[in-house]
């Protein structure tokens, strides 16, 4: 690299010692500045195995409190008292600090308010508790495992009801499974998570409160599935779906229906109905109702009257009245919104970039700082597998001498030093114990330029052009194409530091960042060499087999080999049948679903880990990522800690509903 280059790891190198200066200021008398990584959450790969769970114990009071907002509602007559809107045994919740009060808008920000239906409001029937990893009881209050794991029975909490007052019962699960699930113009593609060992499930209903799942095989990991896939069952009410639904609309009336909104299609209206981010007539169960339809700048949701859960003092909840988010185009916006004091809560997306300038803008923005963990790695650099449309380059991805010589090539430690002041996990410590102790996996991370130049130099790519870049066989450019969303400016920055290493060695690395709505065209086009993104697992042997996209080629979203994840997801319909060993990953993970036994899932999920580590795929920058979690001062009940795992809908399993704000 030339003397005198301001290149961009430079550049970030001299930031990041300017901003640990200014961070050691920033903290004098206040928080101090992070010393070493966050406290892990407890250590496990799926929720333990359970027969049954207890009904939660109802509060000890003689009648329920509720919001100010609502009883001005009952009183005026346009609502039913508290005690009709609840069921007969209300999930209970433990505030984590202290009894809240009611009231006031939560000031949050992202690219769109998606998070009212998972990240602070998923209610699938059982979900994950404080640790974020064993699974609870939620909207069913307890289930059943029977025959060899093959069969789960589920018992609903007796009166819940949708926001507008209408029972939910099993009649909305079956609606769910029978004309959703089991629609081919609505579910062109069978949902894999409901075909284990290959065979579709079966869901009956047993009565009005209770239903079974039966599978054709058993079924180890389905409590954790529905923990995370199961939310989307939730969204289904019955009946306010119907009347768009051409089994129980009139015809007629159904196509004027289409017609008149635009669509050519009735279930390109049906799903137009059950977005619950533009659907404020939508019905839900969960603890806010979306109430923009349309929204550019910000967008809210309102407080459900007939939300299902109470606190220990049979206080209804939530305790806040409106979510509000600040829609933002660029994640990159997101800081000015909490140092101008505009954010009451925020863990997601906030970016550890910017850690020193939230440490000095506390005072200003009223606000403390804590660190979470991301829930997933720190950038990976995924190497395409199925690249379409140049199969020498493809040949190239494709030779694992070429991939160690590109993770040999870079110094990680730098990067840790650059973007997350030394607080990242180690890559490493991704990795099950039995995968990261290996020596040849350790020496697969190793910074080593001379190797990287003696591989590269060893697979043909000996040659250079005029501006000391290496060149393919043919003497064609070798230049990798990497892509990404500009939602998540942090991977941008890693890329960028990752591209000057390799240049270093003599790999050109291009980049192109654009707008998530473009995401999956591109993945289907695979087109590209290299993803700068996360893995969706995380250290302290968090490794949700919910999510595992990451280290088994079975979705378009595996991003290390599109094509092939295509292939399985759409049983062989699209995409390309995997080769070499990720067709063994393919084998495990069929194998992994059927296997009751957690230590025999263990084994299976170390020898997948194996597989990618010694292969590198994807290749890890670092390991757990830290995330700033901004809290205003006066907003409660939020912990120190927490998972913002996708796998578990983080920051969720805080119970959101149970935060509240005193100013």
């Given at each position: 690299?030339?003397?005198?280059?301001?290149?961009?790891r430079?550049?970030?190198?001299?930031?990041?010692?300017?901003?640990t200066?200014?961070?050691i200021?920033?903290?004098?008398?206040?928080?101090?500045?992070?010393?070493?990584?966050?406290?892990?959450?407890?250590?496990?790969t799926?929720?333990p195995?359970?027969?049954?769970?207890?009904?939660?114990?109802a509060?000890?009071?003689?009648?329920?409190?509720?919001?100010?907002?609502?009883?001005?509602?009952?009183?005026?007559?346009?609502?039913?008292?508290?005690?009709?809107?609840?069921?007969?045994n209300?999930?209970?919740?433990?505030?984590?600090?202290?009894?809240?009060?009611?009231?006031?808008?939560?000031?949050?920000?992202?690219?769109?308010?998606?998070?009212?239906?998972?990240?602070?409001?998923a209610?699938?029937?059982?979900?994950?508790?404080?640790?974020?990893?064993?699974?609870?009881?939620?909207?069913?209050?307890?289930?059943?495992?029977?025959?060899?794991?093959?069969?789960?029975?589920?018992?609903?909490?007796?009166?819940?009801?949708?926001?507008?007052?209408a029972?939910?019962?099993?009649?909305?699960?079956?609606?769910?499974?029978?004309d959703?699930?089991?629609?081919?113009e609505?579910?062109?593609?069978?949902?894999?998570?409901?075909?284990?060992?290959?065979?579709?499930?079966?869901?009956?209903?047993?009565?009005?409160?209770?239903?079974?799942?039966?599978?054709?095989?058993?079924?180890?990991?389905?409590?954790?599935q529905?923990?995370?896939?199961g939310n989307?069952?939730?969204?289904?009410?019955?009946?306010?779906?119907?009347?768009?639904?051409?089994?129980?609309?009139?015809?007629?009336?159904?196509?004027?229906l289409?017609?008149?909104?635009?669509?050519?299609?009735?279930?390109?209206?049906?799903?137009?109905?059950?977005?619950?981010?533009?659907?404020?007539?939508?019905?839900?169960i969960?603890?806010?109702?979306?109430?923009?339809?349309?929204?550019?700048i910000?967008?809210?949701?309102?407080?459900?009257?007939?939300?299902?859960?109470?606190?220990?003092?049979?206080?209804?909840?939530?305790?806040?009245?409106?979510?509000?988010?600040?829609?933002?185009?660029d994640?990159?916006?997101?800081?000015?919104?909490?140092?101008?004091?505009?954010?009451?809560?925020?863990?997601?997306?906030?970016?550890?970039?910017n850690?020193?300038?939230?440490?000095?803008?506390?005072?200003?923005?009223?606000?403390?700082?804590?660190?979470?963990?991301?829930?997933?790695?720190?950038?990976a650099?995924?190497?395409?597998?199925?690249?379409?449309?140049?199969?020498?380059?493809?040949?190239?991805?494709?030779?694992?001498?070429?991939?160690?010589?590109?993770?040999?090539?870079?110094?990680?430690?730098?990067?840790?030093?650059?973007?997350?002041?030394g607080?990242?996990?180690?890559?490493?410590?991704?990795?099950?114990?039995?995968?990261?102790?290996?020596?040849?996996?350790q020496?697969?991370?190793?910074y080593?330029?001379?190797?990287?130049?003696?591989?590269?130099?060893?697979?043909?790519?000996?040659?250079?052009?005029?501006?000391?870049?290496?060149?393919?066989?043919?003497?064609?450019?070798?230049?990798?194409?990497?892509?990404?969303?500009?939602?998540?400016?942090?991977h941008?920055?890693?890329?960028?530091?990752?591209?000057?290493?390799?240049?270093?060695?003599?790999?050109?690395l291009?980049?192109?960042?654009?707008?998530?709505?473009?995401?999956?065209?591109?993945l289907?086009?695979?087109?590209?060499?290299?993803?700068?993104?996360?893995?969706?697992?995380?250290?302290?042997?968090?490794?949700?087999?919910?999510?595992?996209?990451?280290?088994?080629?079975?979705?378009m979203?595996?991003?290390?080999?599109?094509?092939?994840?295509?292939?399985?997801?759409?049983?062989?319909?699209?995409?390309?049948?995997?080769?070499?060993?990720?067709?063994?990953?393919?084998?495990?993970?069929?194998?992994?679903?059927?296997?009751?036994?957690?230590?025999?899932?263990?084994?299976?999920?170390?020898?997948?880990?194996?597989?990618?580590?010694?292969?590198?795929?994807?290749?890890?920058?670092?390991?757990?990522r830290?995330?700033?979690?901004?809290?205003?001062?006066?907003?409660?009940?939020?912990?120190?800690?927490?998972?913002?795992?996708?796998?578990?809908?983080?920051p969720?399993?805080?119970?959101?509903?149970?935060?509240?704000?005193?100013?």
């Open positions: 690299m030339s003397a005198g280059k301001l290149d961009r430079t550049f970030l190198r001299v930031s990041a010692l300017a901003a200066a200014a961070g200021a920033a903290c004098a008398g206040g928080a101090p500045a992070p010393t070493e990584a966050p406290t892990q959450a407890p250590a496990a799926t929720a195995e359970a027969t049954a769970a207890p009904e939660a114990t509060a000890p009071v003689s009648r329920y409190s509720e919001a100010p907002m609502l009883a001005e509602m009952v009183a005026a007559g346009t609502l039913p008292p508290v005690e009709e809107r609840l069921p007969k209300p999930m209970v919740i433990e505030p984590l600090n202290e009894v809240g009060k009611y009231g006031g808008r939560w000031r949050r920000a992202n690219t769109q308010p998606g998070a009212i239906s998972a990240r602070v409001g209610e699938p029937l059982v979900f994950y508790g404080r640790d974020w990893v064993t699974v609870e009881p939620n909207l069913a209050w307890k289930w059943e495992v029977g025959a060899e794991g093959k069969e789960y029975t589920f018992y609903l909490r007796e009166g819940v009801r949708w926001s507008d007052g029972p939910y019962t099993a009649d909305d699960i079956m609606f769910w499974w029978e959703v699930i089991l629609n081919e609505l579910t062109p593609v069978f949902p894999t998570w409901l075909k284990p060992g290959g065979e579709k499930a079966v869901v009956e209903k047993l009565d009005d409160y209770t239903v079974k799942f039966i599978f054709a095989v058993p079924y180890g990991i389905f409590l954790d529905m923990c995370f896939r989307s069952i939730t969204y289904y009410c019955r009946h306010y779906l119907e009347r768009f639904h051409p089994k129980y609309a009139d015809a007629n009336e159904l196509a004027q289409v017609k008149d909104r635009g669509f050519e299609q009735w279930f390109q209206l049906f799903a137009a109905e059950v977005d619950l981010t533009r659907n404020p007539d939508l019905p839900t969960r603890p806010w109702q979306i109430t923009s339809k349309e929204w550019t910000s967008a809210t949701g309102r407080r459900n009257p007939y939300y299902w859960k109470v606190d220990t003092e049979g206080n209804q909840l939530p305790y806040i009245d409106e979510v509000m988010w600040w829609i933002v185009g994640a990159e916006l997101i800081p000015l919104k909490v140092v101008s004091g505009e954010i009451d809560e925020l863990e997601f997306k906030t970016g550890f970039v850690y020193t300038l939230y440490m000095e803008n506390r005072e200003k923005g009223d606000y403390n700082v804590s660190i979470w963990d991301y829930g997933a790695s720190v950038t650099m995924h190497i395409n597998q199925t690249k379409m449309g140049n199969d020498e380059q493809r040949d190239i991805l494709r030779n694992r001498d070429f991939r160690v010589a590109l993770s040999k090539a870079f110094d990680r430690d730098d990067i840790n030093q650059l973007l997350y002041l607080q990242a996990g180690k890559a490493l410590d991704m990795l099950p114990e039995s995968v990261k102790s290996d020596p040849e996996v020496d697969l991370m190793t080593d330029v001379d190797e990287a130049n003696r591989l590269l130099d060893s697979i043909g790519l000996d040659q250079r052009d005029a501006e000391g870049m290496r060149v393919l066989p043919s003497g064609a450019p070798l230049t990798l194409l990497c892509i990404g969303t500009t939602a998540y400016a942090t941008r920055d890693a890329a960028e530091i990752v591209g000057e290493y390799w240049a270093d060695v003599g790999i050109r291009n980049q192109d960042w654009f707008a998530s709505e473009l995401w999956s065209a591109r289907q086009e695979s087109t590209h060499d290299v993803i700068a993104y996360e893995v969706d697992y995380t250290g302290g042997n968090l490794h949700w087999l919910t999510y595992p996209r990451a280290y088994f080629p079975i979705v979203d595996t991003y290390w080999a599109p094509m092939w994840g295509w292939y399985y997801d759409t049983g062989g319909k699209n995409g390309e049948p995997p080769q070499g060993e990720a067709a063994r990953l393919v084998e495990i993970w069929d194998e992994v679903q059927v296997t009751v036994d957690a230590a025999k899932r263990k084994e299976l999920e170390d020898e997948a880990f194996r597989i990618c580590a010694l292969n590198l795929w994807p290749i890890l920058t670092l390991g757990s830290p995330e700033p979690c901004i809290v205003k001062n006066g907003f409660k009940n939020v912990p120190e800690w927490g998972s913002l795992a996708w796998a578990v809908y983080g969720r399993p805080a119970k959101t509903e149970q935060f509240f704000m005193e100013y």
